[in-house]
C-alpha cells in the first residue's frame, strides 16, 4: 500500500511551458486535493476532485487544469508557466468525505525561470 | 471572513522541555479541527481530530485542546524529542460548506 504518490519530486520549468504532476492514491479514496505551499507560508487549495469525472475550482485555480478520469489518478495541469507558480505541489486524499483526514504525498517541488 | 492565526511563528525550545504552540480560529460554523505535523520537505500528516464536544484529546505526548466557546486550541507538548522538530499545522472545517480553513503553522526546532 503505497498511499499517495507524486511525479515528479522536481522540476524546473522555463516560463511559458507546460507541464503536467503526477498523483495516483491507491487507497481507493474518493476525494482527492491539489494544494501549493509557497515558502514560509500555509497550503492553499488549488483544485480538488470529490470522485471520478468531478471537480472543482479552490481558493487559487487561476492557471492550472485538472482532470479525474479515475478514482486512482487526479493530475495537475500548469499551462505557460510562470514564475509566480514557483512553489511546492501537494496532492492528498481523503474517504468518505471532504472532512475527513486527509492523507499527503510527498511532493513536488517546482522552480519557474 | 473564516480564518484561522496560529501562533507563534516560530518556536526553538531545548530538547526535553515542553511547549504549547496556539490556533485562534473565527470559523463559524464550527464542523471540527486538526492538527498536521509536517516535516521538512514533506507532506503534513494528521496527529490528531476534536470535534465540537470534545475539550482535551491525546496522541502519544501530544495534547491538544478545544475551546469551542472562546474558538481556541492547543497543542502541548511533553518532554520534547529532536523529531518534534517540524512545523504544527491547524486546520478548521466549517460546516456549512464542509470548507477546510488552513493555518500558516507553527515552526517548531528542538535544540539538543
Known amino acids: 500500500n503505497a498511499g499517495v504518490t507524486q511525479t515528479p519530486k522536481f522540476r524546473i520549468l522555463k516560463i511559458g511551458q507546460s507541464m503536467t504532476l503526477q498523483c495516483a492514491q491507491d487507497?481507493?479514496?474518493?476525494?482527492m486535493y491539489w494544494y501549493r505551499q509557497d515558502p514560509g507560508m500555509g497550503l492553499k487549495l488549488i483544485y480538488y476532485s470529490v470522485g471520478a469525472g468531478i471537480t472543482d475550482k479552490g481558493e487559487v485555480p487561476n492557471g492550472y487544469n485538472v482532470s479525474r478520469s479515475t478514482t486512482e489518478d487526479f493530475p495537475l495541469r500548469l499551462e505557460l508557466a510562470a514564475p509566480s507558480q514557483t512553489s511546492v505541489y501537494f496532492c492528498?486524499?481523503?474517504?468518505?468525505?471532504?472532512?475527513?483526514?486527509?492523507?499527503f504525498g510527498p511532493g513536488t517541488r517546482l522552480t519557474v525561470l | 471572513k473564516n480564518q484561522v492565526e496560529q501562533s507563534p511563528q516560530s518556536l526553538i525550545i531545548l530538547e526535553g522541555k515542553n511547549c504549547t504552540l496556539q490556533c485562534n480560529y473565527t470559523v463559524s460554523p464550527f464542523s471540527n479541527l486538526r492538527w498536521y505535523k509536517q516535516d521538512t520537505g514533506r507532506g503534513p500528516v494528521s496527529l490528531t481530530i476534536?470535534?465540537?464536544s470534545e475539550n482535551t484529546k491525546s496522541n502519544g505526548r501530544y495534547t491538544a485542546t478545544l475551546d469551542a466557546d472562546t474558538k481556541q486550541s492547543s497543542l502541548h507538548i511533553t518532554a520534547s524529542q529532536l523529531s518534534d522538530s517540524a512545523s504544527y499545522i491547524c486546520v478548521v472545517s466549517a460546516r456549512s460548506n464542509y470548507q477546510l480553513i488552513w493555518g500558516a503553522g507553527t515552526k517548531l526546532i528542538i535544540k539538543p
Open positions: 487507497m481507493n479514496h474518493n476525494y
Open positions: 492528498a486524499s481523503s474517504y468518505p468525505s471532504g472532512t475527513d483526514t486527509q492523507y
Open positions: 476534536m470535534t465540537f
